[in-house]
């Protein structure tokens, strides 16, 4: 069975297929400089909350949660699924993806669906 790409994950965001299929291609990163990453980019959105108050940030620390425990199955993960594990964390941790996480009202909505449909994919194996 070919590695799943985007189109073939339930409930992805559209918008966001190409950045994702991308970041999909990238050398596997160590999970610990991915947990930073996403601790780094929680705390970037944790700041920008100072100069936008409609960023949500219930939402962020959510998205950092579940990226975390997504992280925490990539040890035990096919390589496949270690890398749409990447992929979703990197597209998280992208500030600038399908819509922009900290200049848009709406800006995690992309990032959830993406973790959302990553994880759906994960747990239904």
Avoid at 1 to 16: I, R, V
Avoid at 22 to 29: A, K, S
Avoid at 37 to 66: I, P, W
Avoid at 77 to 98: G, P
């Amino acid at each position: 069975m070919p590695d799943p790409t985007a189109a073939q994950l339930t409930g992805f965001p559209p918008e966001a297929t190409s950045v994702f299929d991308n970041l999909l291609n990238l050398e596997l990163q160590p999970v610990p400089a991915l947990k930073r990453q996403v601790d780094r980019h929680l705390a970037d959105l944790q700041q920008a909350h100072g100069s936008n108050e409609f960023l949500d940030l219930a939402t962020a620390r959510g998205l950092a949660r579940e990226s975390h425990r997504l992280l925490a199955l990539s040890p035990t993960a096919t390589q496949a699924d270690q890398r749409l594990i990447q992929a979703a964390v990197l597209y998280f941790v992208l500030d600038n993806d399908a819509l922009p996480d900290t200049r848009r009202l709406m800006g995690l909505e992309d990032d959830a669906k993406v973790l959302q449909a990553v994880a759906r994919h994960l747990d239904a194996r």
